[in-house]
Structure formats: structure tokens, C-alpha cells
């Protein structure tokens, strides 16, 4: 027999099929069978922490809240202390000539800012110069 790609292949024996289909009929079974009793203790489970979880909210709401905060606190901390570390590592190898990534638009946007700066100067000093002579 040939499948779609025309490659040739054998068909196995019916005991072997027979043999897998047991297996995996086996291993289905049982998973099932597992997912099933994790389903039942979970219930029971919840069951009975339920009043225990009413009855201490009002301690552990604000416990799992405060505990958020500061989890969340020391994260940010981390994260700008280590934004801060690479930002100052990037002005280091700029200012020492190391060429870091976006140093090449950084000195275009200084070139067009000192431009700019230039002719505003140069047009203060013809208005400037305009006012002075037309009074």
C-alpha cells in the first residue's frame, strides 16, 4: 500500500494493532481515571477550607495585600536599579568613545538641536537689529 506521499509501507499485524489499541485504551483509562479522583479532592478540598478561608479574610486579605506590595516594591526597585545600572554604563562607553548602540542618532539630534539654536539666534539678532534701526 502507498500512502499520499507514495511512499510504501508494510501493514502491521493485527495482534500488534490489537496490542496498542489495549495500551493505549489502558493508559486513557487510567489518566482518566486520575483526573477524576484530582477532581473529587479538589472539591472536597475547597469544601472544607472555605470556612476557614471566611473566617480568617479578614486577616489574610490584607496579609496576601501587603504581601503584594512589597513583592511588587522590590521588583520595581530591581528593575530601575538595573535600568539605571545600564543607562550609566551607556553614558560610559559613549563618553569614553566606545561608540554604544544609538550614539549615531544621538549626535544627529545634537547637530539638528545646535542648527536650530543657530538660526533662532541669527533671526533674535535681524529682529533685534530690524527693531533697533526702524525706531
Known amino acids: 500500500m502507498a500512502d499520499v506521499s507514495g511512499r510504501q509501507y508494510t501493514q502491521q499485524p493485527r495482534s500488534h494493532q490489537v496490542v496498542k489499541a489495549a495500551t493505549a485504551a489502558t493508559a486513557g483509562g487510567s489518566l482518566l481515571v486520575l483526573s477524576g479522583l484530582t477532581l473529587a479532592g479538589t472539591v472536597i478540598a475547597l469544601a472544607l477550607a472555605t470556612p476557614l478561608l471566611v473566617i480568617f ?30 543607562v550609566l554604563s551607556w553614558i560610559y ?34 529682529y533685534g537689529q530690524q527693531t533697533a534701526g526702524g525706531t
Do not use: N
Open 57 to 86: 479574610s479578614p486577616v489574610l486579605v490584607p496579609a496576601a495585600i501587603a504581601t503584594f506590595l512589597i513583592c511588587s516594591g522590590f521588583l520595581a526597585s530591581g528593575g530601575f536599579g538595573v535600568a539605571a545600572l545600564s
Open 93 to 126: 562607553r559613549y563618553v569614553t568613545g566606545k561608540h554604544p548602540p544609538g550614539a549615531d542618532q544621538l549626535d544627529q539630534a545634537r547637530q539638528k538641536l545646535a542648527h536650530k539654536a543657530k538660526e533662532m539666534k541669527d533671526r533674535a539678532e535681524q
